[in-house]
């Protein structure tokens, strides 16, 4: 098992929030008001502990997904609980109500639209301040559980996992979401690697 040293997680978890700050700078510019988005949690393990560290994972939730490729592999999904992305959907349609279990093509368009701003502002920090090359795939907007989209993406047991619990600050709503990052064995050494090459240099 490959560990995840406290200076090592530091630099992560304030890689990540460079990313989060990024796209919360876009997601105002789209949704024309004030949105701030923090980590408020943010833990690392295998894919074996993946059922006892995330919380009522056979609970369908919101999903945007994108896969990553080059020097870091793996898979990146943004989601929201239901009673959360009510919230959020306020916000998108200026108020309107919206029958969750059915969202219209313009909603799940926007939902979409605003993981993959997430998304890659996450993976992208990372890999630009690393220096790692990585291609994305498009977004895809799911409403499953997380064990089915691991099914349905075919993803390998050989990963390992960065799960940052997030708050979504819009106007008067707190709208709380999850970022899990997977990324395969080899993909997760690389990244430790180019971590400890950076806090060397004291460059973060």
Request: aromatic content about 6%; charged content about 25%; hydrophobic content about 45%.
């Amino acid at each position: 098992m490959i560990k995840v040293s406290v200076e090592q997680f530091d630099a992560l978890k304030e890689l990540i929030n460079i990313g989060m700050g990024k796209a919360g700078n876009i997601l105002n510019e789209m949704l024309k008001t004030p949105i701030t988005l923090d980590v408020i949690l943010m833990k690392i393990f295998p894919y074996s502990e993946l059922s006892t560290e995330v919380v009522n994972i056979n609970k369908p939730v919101i999903s945007v997904h994108t896969r990553f490729s080059g020097a870091m592999e793996g898979m990146a999904i943004l989601s929201f609980p239901e009673e959360s992305i009510s919230k959020l959907i306020k916000v998108l349609t200026e108020g309107k109500k919206q029958n969750i279990k059915n969202l219209d093509t313009v909603s799940v368009e926007a939902l979409t639209e605003i993981g993959n701003v997430v998304l890659n502002g996450v993976v992208g920090s990372i890999s630009n301040i690393l220096k790692l090359s990585v291609q994305y795939t498009i977004p895809v907007y799911l409403k499953t559980t997380l064990p089915d989209i691991i099914e349905k993406k075919k993803v390998k047991p050989d990963l390992y996992i960065i799960l940052a619990k997030s708050l979504f600050k819009i106007e008067k709503y707190l709208v709380q979401g999850e970022i899990i990052l997977f990324f395969t064995t080899e993909s997760f050494d690389e990244l430790l690697r180019a971590v400890d090459s950076i806090v060397e240099k004291e460059n973060f």
